[in-house]
């Protein structure tokens, strides 16, 4: 390209910024509103673990581990 076309289209194209509000000052908006008070969530939650009684599934199996012999070891 040619260097006298390049320029001031490279001006022409940064002048293009202060067109769309470049010139005012930018108004910064604090939010008021903040998120719930965690250390009390925290604090009324119960201490330790609580099983789930009625969602409970028991079973009468003999759960074993298996043996650590190696992958394709049938099963006893």
């Not at 910024?17 to 000052?25: A, D, H, R, S, T």
């Amino acid at each position: 390209m040619n260097k006298s076309f390049l320029i001031p289209v490279i001006a022409l194209a940064l002048s293009g910024c202060g067109i769309f509000g470049g010139g005012k000052e930018a108004e910064v908006v604090f939010d008021e509103n903040v998120g719930p008070d965690t250390r009390a969530l925290v604090n009324s939650l119960p201490k330790g673990l609580i099983g789930d009684k009625e969602n409970a599934l028991h079973t009468q199996d003999n759960l074993r581990a298996e043996d650590d012999t190696g992958a394709g070891t049938p099963r006893r």
